[in-house]
């Protein structure tokens, strides 16, 4: 039996770090469900001291999951620590997570502090967390640029305090594979009981090597990989979880190592965290991209269906891939409908099930044949559900290449309706201008995206708007074979999420 590697998903504290990864509270429980589903080891719901929103965030997701561990982050700080074991008190396994910088450049400009100051602060802090917390996880803040010999006695400090976990960050994504392997080796053979407690990777991937170094760090022994959904994270992210688990799937017998991830649910948690946070998985990402499985060029294509393992490391299946292929047509009924989405792998309530199916057979009348991606682009943008405070009654835009574009834009509050007209670059800075009049105020236009749903000139078009106002930011979404008519409403989405507080702040303080 091979033995398992930990997957310690940080994407509720490092991804949503990163700028425009921010998520409401419901959102942040929501992905936490899902990346049980995954069955994830370890779930970091956030860092306890950074923020009510964080604070809440924890205490809520430690409530909802039941088989993982919930961990929270915490500086060296008894007000932090304590905060995160408060935050952690409905966990059924909680996790407390301690970070200081030890690296020389990081001491003497940051923390302002010897090293013989830091290594009393980690003895003395850790074993305040383990007063608090049976299990408690020690980060050794920029490790790879630490001086290695004072790396050493920083982790026997932590581990002589009782720590359970030793984690190495490569926090500014510096390190290389070799060197990262060479340091886990180094660590393992002079930090005195480090074979007693669980040595963890955490690599960032300003160099494009984060998922290099994390597979670096499980051949040299690691035994717990931290790393988030679609690899979201400060700067260029954190290792991906989907690339990490499907190297150690696909390559068992070189790593020796497996893990407890189901990667079939894989697709369905990347398209998830990228739906909530409005940013689209690129073509050529791997593991999920849209091109990941299209063995379209011809050569390929022919040693593809002669024998699928010619080009085909891992299958689309392997990963709960949808396929681009026709399922239903215009006269199919609502129980053909159910059946498919159960076979999808969802499971809807009955008023989700209807409100999707109408939007189904809407489609069905514009689109000639509808495959899995197009349901699931419903399913998802149903899920972005928002106050209804306006609602979309109609729009006339007018435009062209010789005229200034206009639209003329009603929407309806409380049965109520209000019409508007306003002028813009190109017809949607119009329409959204009407929408603003209409709701008597402005916002700052971050993002704005628009992206086919699988192929063809009918194919449904996902447009993805972010607002920002007063240091919040608020995503919404729109899907329709009309790009213009998924734009409007995608505004008018993302403004009512804005106006009912569905708005996490724009940006977070960035640690670790
Ligand atoms: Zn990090």
Known sequence: MLENVIIFDTTLRDGEQSPGCSMTLSEKVEIASRLEALRVDVIEAGFAAASKGDFEAIRA?????????????????????????????????????IFIATSDIHMVHKLKKSR???????????????????????????????????????????????????????????????????????L?????????????????????????????????GATQIECTINGIGERAGNAA??????????????????CRIDTTQLYRTCKLVSALIGRPIPANKAVVGANAFAHEAGIHQHGVLSETTTYEIMTPQ????????????????????????????????????????????????????????DIEAILQDGRMDAPPIYRL???????????????????????????KVA??????????????????????????????VGAGKD???????????????ATGHGLSTDVVEAGIPAYINAANRMLGGLCPPAESEAVL
């Not at 961990?71 to 304590?82: G, K, M, N, V, Y």
């Not at 007063?131 to 982790?155: G, H, I, K, M, Q």
């Not at 062209?400 to 929407?411: D, K, P, Q, R």
């Not at 194919?459 to 930011?473: F, H, M, P, S, Y």
Request: proline share 2%; aromatic share 6%.
């Open 459 to 473: 194919a449904q078009g996902e447009v993805v708007v972010k607002i920002r106002k007063n240091g919040r930011l």
């Open 393 to 419: 009654e109609r729009f006339i835009i007018n435009s062209g290449n010789t005229i200034t574009a206009t639209a003329n834009v009603s929407l309806v509050r409380n049965g109520k309706s209000r019409e």
């Open 318 to 373: 392997s990963v709960g891939l949808a396929e681009n292929k026709l399922v239903l047509g215009k006269h199919s009924g609502r129980h053909a409908f159910e059946s498919r989405i159960g076979q999808m792998g969802y499971r809807l309530t009955e008023d989700e099930l209807h409100r999707s199916f109408d939007r189904f057979k809407d489609l069905a009348d514009r689109k000639k044949t509808i495959t899995e991606l």
């Open 61 to 97: 997701v430690a409530g909802e999951v039941k088989d993982v561990v919930v961990a929270a982050l915490a500086r060296t700080l008894p007000a932090d620590i304590e905060a995160a074991a408060d935050a952690l008190k409905k966990a059924r396994r909680p996790r407390i997570h």
């Open 241 to 258: 979880l989907e690339e990490v688990v499907m190297a150690l799937h696909t390559r068992k017998s070189l790593f020796n190592r497996t």
């Open 188 to 220: 393992r053979e002079q930090v005195p009981g480090l074979d007693k407690v669980i040595l963890s990777a955490h690599c960032h991937n300003d160099l494009g090597m984060a998922v290099a170094n994390t597979l670096a760090a499980v051949r040299a």
């Open 423 to 452: 002028v813009g670059d190109g017809p949607m800075d119009a329409a959204f201008k009407a929408v603003e009049k209409i709701i008597g105020t402005s916002f700052q236009l971050e993002d704005y995206s628009v992206h086919s």
């Open 116 to 186: 013989d100051e830091v290594l009393e602060i980690v003895g003395r802090t850790v074993r305040h967390a383990r007063n608090l917390c049976e299990d408690v996880e020690f980060s050794a803040e920029d490790a790879t640029r630490t001086d290695p010999d004072f790396l050493v006695r920083v982790f026997d400090q932590a581990v002589k305090a009782g720590a359970t976990v030793i984690n190495v960050p490569d926090t500014v994504g510096y390190s290389t594979p070799y060197e990262f392997h060479d340091l886990m080796i180094r």
